[in-house]
């Protein structure tokens, strides 16, 4: 396996951010969204910067008949980030006291973000998965959102240990987004951005486009897509993340 690099590498950080101003834009009409990761009244985890909605639109016209992308969360406001990140490391220290800081933040970067670099909250990142025609979740191995924890692992995008079928549906997940221009966090299977500091240390761009932001109304906006509908489920709650 190559070096999977952590969202709390030092070369991450020093990504420097040309910020594009693209728009927050509502994905709602545009993609299959379920509603499993709802936050306030505001719906800010179903919205997305504009280029990012452009090029996960592309990956859906890459997938196979009969498939199509199940979106679950987007865009996520940085006190919640922080919330998630504190959350997941406290747990960590406490069922590992003798864990010195610097290894507690590396371990909680393999599950949640820090804040101030997390691609969530630049609305550059989406995690999703591949559903049916009928909005039903193809087996992709482990829940989404499954911590390293949880699931022993096979959370890791190239994990062993999980079926075939599973392996197949992440490879095809992965080479539409792929195709599309978006990269993945390799310990997350249903991560993908475009435009965040992550993706651009990993495709060698010069700068990220995209820098955290608070969503408010004059930034905010439908996408006004054709062809996608809504749907979705909550039958799967899952840990906060």
Known sequence: MSEIILMSDPRVAAVRIDECGDALVDVRGALLVDDRKHQDSRGAEVHLRRGVLDRVLRAQTLLPEGLRLLFVEG????????????????????????????????????????????????????????????????????????????????????ADGITDEARANRAVLGAALSAAGLVNYPTEW????????????????????????????????????????????TEHPDRAR
Do not use: K
């Open 75 to 158: 865009y996520r406001p940085p006190a919640l980030q922080r919330s998630y990140f504190e959350q997941y490391a406290d747990e960590l220290r406490a069922g590992h006291p003798d864990w010195p800081a610097g290894r507690i933040r590396s371990a909680a970067s393999r599950y949640v973000s820090p804040p101030e670099i997390a691609p969530h909250t630049a609305g550059a990142a989406v995690d999703l998965t591949l559903a049916d025609t009928d909005g039903r979740e193809l087996d992709l191995g482990t829940p989404m959102n499954a911590s390293p924890e949880e699931s022993a692992g096979a959370c890791y995008t190239a």
């Open 190 to 233: 249903w991560h993908w951005s475009y435009g965040d500091r992550y993706w651009a240390l990993a495709t060698g761009a010069p700068a990220a486009l995209y820098g955290p932001r608070e969503l408010d109304a004059s930034q905010a906006g439908l996408a006004g897509a054709d062809g996608g509908d809504e749907g979705g489920s």
